[in-house]
């Protein structure tokens, strides 16, 4: 996810470099005492293996890297700031380092881990001590919000297990009418968009698009006759390039220039205006609930939801965390947090997907036979609404996406180590470190898409995919945290469709 935010939200190289020194002079100090506090915990912890015969870290301290800025708290943050862009760089640096480099960034030491293999080592572990999301993740995270993307160790897998069923098999086929209403809401208002014969930038439409679309499935509720997609659109927008903006400026790290600052004023102002529209989707569910009487399941001994008559309610994520008593805050935690992770990612990979398409149209010419030939097929199309089955065969679009999904992921992993993770014979990597799995760097690794920057939707033949590392191909990662919505995103097929 981190991907998606260093190409969404750019930020210029002057005004970053005009603060950087202005907040240099005064702070200097500050920082330094900081750094010298950080260098002395962390001998602390090298100490232990310090006459051993066996260092088990001996590969990891040897590992390469840029040298990093003096100060701990700047590390090698600054070298992101650069002409060719952040994902460019990150290329760049695995030419030169190879498979694991280290950095610092905030003070916190990092191993980027480049190969399919190393990267399976981190997603597929099953050790809670690899769960935690990146130290970063967690401190860019508001305070006063709890959820499923920040829980570690038991609480993360109690949570993820009660939120695994509106993402069922059962539950998209349940939903799949709700798609084509608000695909057929998102053709219509592009048509009307486009209808002047002019160029426009449809990034806020799709957006809002997705917002209605994510937020009738998971919640069972349909906003889009209201102005509330927008308003949260908006502030979602503000509250992410205002919380990533701290990665270019780590003295909003520290606790209390960022309390002061004008970003957590603008970030907590978004934050309220989203919670606001959220307790509305909520409020309306209750509504609708009490007038469906959707409340037929029950919680077995094991926590599983049982006797059931399925209605546009069930299997939504209200349904679900009501029924397992979270509490209205627990539950409004939870829905930011999907809309939060689900709008920007969605909407940006389809864009990305149709803008490729529309730049191959040898490709997009196949697409549109295969999809004129699905939808004109009465057995399959059924008033407007596609059987969900048939998105199966979509082939050669899902190819395409999946191809646009390779050169434009949005996906990365970031874990922060608890216990120790053995990489191979040699490597283990200590903890208190995070490591760090960059979808785009993998994606564009010769070795396994030769030619990475051609689009060739061919890669995603089966025969092709068999041959090929499983891990060389994460754009939702893999694993135990593996995304969440990732089936969701299937249906971004009729969206593109
Ligand atoms: C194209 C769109 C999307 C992409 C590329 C994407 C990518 C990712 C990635 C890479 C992760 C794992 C991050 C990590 O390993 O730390 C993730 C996690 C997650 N995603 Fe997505 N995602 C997308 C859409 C969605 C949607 C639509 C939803 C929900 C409706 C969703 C819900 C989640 C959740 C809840 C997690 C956290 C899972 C956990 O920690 O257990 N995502 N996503």
Known sequence: METSILLLYPTSVKVILSELLLVFTVFLSVLKLLQVFGKSRKSKEWDKFDGQNEDPYKAYKSLPGPRPFPIRLIGNILMLVSKTGALDKFLELAKKYGPCYRLVFFGEDYVVLNTPSAAQAIMLSTDPGHFRRGALQERLWPESMEGLLIYTGEKWKARRKILTRPFLYKALQLHNPCFYKQCGR????LDEHFSDGNIHVVDDLLKQCIFKMSSEILMGVDLSETEDGEIFCESLETFMSKSFDRIFRPWL???????????????????????KVTQKVFAKYLEKMKQESAMISTVDSENNLVEEVPNDLSYTMTEVMLRHGLTEKQILDE?????????????????YALFMIACHPEHQEICRQ??????????????????FEALKDLKYLERCIQ???????LGSTMRTLDTPLRINEELVIPPNVSVFVLAHVLHH??????????????????????????????????????????????HTRIGTA
């Not at 600052?261 to 989203?274: D, I, L, V, W």
């Not at 829905?335 to 864009?351: G, H």
């Not at 030619?451 to 890669?459: A, G, L, T, V």
């Open 186 to 189: 998102m053709i219509k208002e």
């Open 253 to 275: 790290f520290i606790k209390w220039i960022w309390h002061i600052s004008s970003h957590y004023r603008e970030t907590q102002q978004a934050m309220r205006r989203m919670e």
């Open 335 to 351: 829905i930011v947090t999907m809309l939060l992770v689900a709008n920007d990612t969605t909407a940006v990979a389809m864009e």
């Open 370 to 387: 295969e999809v004129d030939a699905v939808f004109d097929d009465p057995s399959k199309n059924k008033n407007g609404v596609l059987d």
């Open 403 to 409: 191809e646009s999904q390779r050169m434009h992921p």
């Open 445 to 490: 690794n010769p070795d396994y898409f030769p030619n990475p920057q051609k689009f060739d939707p061919d890669r995603f033949l089966p025969e092709q995919v068999r041959e090929r590392h499983p891990y060389a191909y994460i754009p939702f990662t893999a694993g135990p945290r593996v995304c969440l919505g990732m089936a969701h995103i299937k």
